[in-house]
């Protein structure tokens, strides 16, 4: 199991950006595919974006086509979300998960962060 610790949440208006970042520990980061989701209040968590082990495959959420960004740098053993263009709707507390395959669903995911917490205002 790999440890995740989620930072880089705050408060920010519509129209800005942010970028989220997720560190994971232990020398197996880069066996793992990499998920962003997010959960809004009153909501189920829905999934945001992923990437794989090497980082040369990504997926996004329609919500968030053109607009997010995930990268990763395995050597530092960290996860981003590069979030622009932000909207009121993209307010949730937004966690990283790791997993040993590239998917949208959140079950074959396996270690979760803590979540930080995106405040889009308008």
């Known amino acids: 199991q790999v440890q995740l610790v989620e930072s880089g949440g705050r408060l920010v208006q519509a129209g800005g950006s942010l970028r989220l970042s997720c560190a994971g520990s232990?020398?197996?980061?880069?066996?793992?595919?990499m998920g962003w989701f997010r959960q809004a209040p009153g909501k189920e968590r829905e999934f945001v974006a992923a990437?794989?082990?090497?980082?040369?495959?990504?997926i996004d959420a329609d919500s968030v086509k053109g607009r997010f960004t995930i990268s990763r740098d395995n050597a530092k053993n960290m996860v981003y979300l590069q979030m622009n263009s932000l909207k009121p709707e993209d307010t949730a507390v937004y966690y990283c998960?790791?997993?040993?395959?590239?998917?949208?669903?959140?079950?074959?995911?396996?270690?979760w962060g803590q979540g930080t917490q995106v405040t889009v205002s308008s």
């Open positions: 998960a790791a997993g040993r395959v590239l998917t949208t669903t959140s079950r074959p995911y396996t270690s």
């Open positions: 232990g020398r197996t980061f880069s066996s793992y595919c």
């Open positions: 990437i794989s082990k090497s980082g040369g495959s990504t």
